[in-house]
């Protein structure tokens, strides 16, 4: 295959991987007759979104923020500790089990004490958010900035660089594919938790609100309304991360590898 | 004459493992000295305890008449490390310049430009180049540039050709002698080709093995400027055969 051919096939990959899916989907609801209230087909999905396009629009742009800055306060927080953490082994261990604990306890049994304590509205979701990216965020920060190369951390120790030196020219760097894989897992991550808080939060925001209400209806169209618009996030949210570990990563054998 | 760098009984063990024996050597300001031995023998744990990347257990070192850790705090010593460590994200040119880039207060007034430097070993046309676009030669040459460019009264060079094949350390060696003729600084060179210390060192001190000691100080006796032909003169040939007997006498001491 020429060099162009390739580059188109691999472009089109993903978009031939979802259509077919879909096909599927709509196929198994229509010929198995699935009832409503257990799966709905892509059609119905569609044809409920475009009835309120502007509701589910609002809803996704208000779940997407809370997302975005739960997930770059974690990153912002895990960038600053994991400076810590990476420069004392003591300070990891001692910081490693409440660090596990965050990412094995079922969050979405602590929502409700959440909002009791911050009050509805954005405050929980943001907390919430925030909190379930920091661990996996934290470790990423730390393996990454250890991976720095020693022989280019003796040089910067050759020449008395000071430690906010030897962070910002060494080890973020070094950390930033660690971090973008890292961010790829918390994307999920932080979609699902700021999805589940919404629907808790007593606000009246964002898809998750929607997704509860017409649970408790047993509404199915407006609840798989809002499960496509997460998943269109997600990809959406991917696409993005994608694009800039391009950019960012050029130099990485990683990305040299696609060209 | 003055030293660049000196030590006087000065020792070094990891755990029960002694690496040098208590060790005197004196480096004279402007002179490129080489330590040879063979591998293992601890000749770069004597580097890294001149440039102050490790402690010594007893003894003392002095870099310009100071303690190697305050001497690097004023960048007066410049490592050229074994592997390039250059780093991925920078281009050839920004690569050039960290060690300027960190701890610019120390930085000297009048240390060479790095661009003119990349220029002077013929990597001119690489300026923006990304380190993984080049040979490893061509990385080993920008690692010289980097510690070059500092302006350093004492240079530490720890085999810095050892991974690279017959050829291009040759060439290397040229790079290096042409490099020196025009910057002239003082240099301490870790190596265990004989070859490459003879063509580019005044004095050589052999090693023997762990822990390491200085069995012989020998002066090379060829004329500066040193071009490559230098290597098929009877002197070079001469010196290289007598460290040859000095080294397999000292392994099998």
């Known amino acids: 295959m020429t060099r162009h051919g390739m580059t188109w096939a691999r472009a089109i990959a993903p978009v031939v991987g979802i259509v077919v899916f879909l096909a599927l989907w709509e196929a198994f609801v229509q010929i198995r007759d699935v009832r409503p209230f257990i799966l709905r087909a892509p059609s119905d999905i569609v044809r409920h979104l475009a009835k309120f396009p502007m509701d589910f629009l609002r809803a996704s742009g208000t779940t997407s923020l809370h997302a975005v800055t739960g997930f770059l306060v974690a990153l912002a927080l895990a960038i600053c500790v994991g400076a810590a953490l990476a420069a004392s082994p003591f300070l990891e261990r001692a910081s490693q089990p409440v660090l596990v604990l965050i990412v094995v306890t079922p969050f979405a049994s602590y929502i409700g004490s959440v909002v009791l304590w911050l009050g509805s509205g954005d405050a929980p979701v943001r907390f919430i958010t925030t909190l379930v990216c920091f661990p996996a965020f934290v470790f990423g920060a730390v393996a990454g900035m250890r991976s720095a190369d020693p022989a280019s951390r003796e040089l910067f120790a050759s020449v008395a660089a000071s430690r906010f030196e030897v962070l910002w020219r060494l080890r973020l760097p070094s950390a930033l594919p660690t971090l973008f894989t890292t961010a790829r897992f918390n994307t999920g991550l932080a979609l699902i938790a700021t999805y589940l808080v919404e629907g808790q939060n007593f606000a009246n925001a964002g898809l998750g609100a929607i997704g509860r209400r017409a649970a408790g209806y047993s509404l199915a169209d407006p609840q798989w309304a809002t499960v496509f618009c997460m998943a269109m996030i997600g990809t959406l949210w991917l696409v993005l991360l994608g694009a800039l570990e391009r950019v960012v990563l050029r130099w990485h054998a990683s990305q040299r590898m696609l060209r | ?253």
């Open chain 2, 1 to 253: 004459m003055s030293a660049a760098a000196e030590t006087v009984d000065l020792a070094k063990a990891f755990g029960a493992l002694e690496v040098v024996a208590p060790l005197t050597l004196r480096v004279e300001t402007g002179s490129f000295v080489s330590l040879l031995g063979p591998s293992g023998c601890g000749k770069s744990t004597l580097l890294r305890l001149i440039g102050g990347l490790e402690l010594p257990s007893a003894g003392t070192v002095l870099v310009e008449g100071r303690e190697p850790a305050r001497a690097l705090e004023r960048k007066q010593i410049a490592m050229v490390p074994q592997s390039p460590g250059l780093l991925p994200w920078r281009s050839v040119e920004a690569n050039a310049r960290l060690l300027l880039d960190v701890n610019r207060r120390a930085n000297p007034a009048d240390h060479p430009d790095p661009r003119e430097l990349l220029h002077e070993v013929g990597l001119g046309g690489f300026l923006q180049s990304m380190p993984h676009q080049l040979s490893g030669g061509m990385q080993q040459r920008v690692a010289l540039v980097r510690a070059f460019a500092l302006g350093a009264p004492l240079v530490l060079m720890d085999e810095p050709f050892a991974a690279l094949d017959e050829i291009t350390r040759a060439e290397m060696r040229d790079l290096l002698a042409r490099l020196i003729e025009r910057h002239p600084t003082t240099i301490v060179f870790v190596t265990h080709s004989i070859a490459e210390a003879v063509r580019l060192s005044d004095r050589v001190l052999v090693l023997s093995p762990r822990p390491a000691h200085i069995v012989a100080d020998v002066e090379v006796a060829l004329p500066r400027p040193r071009a490559a032909d230098v290597e098929d003169r009877p002197a070079f040939v001469d010196t290289c055969s007598s460290l040859r007997h000095i080294l397999s006498a000292a392994m099998h001491a």
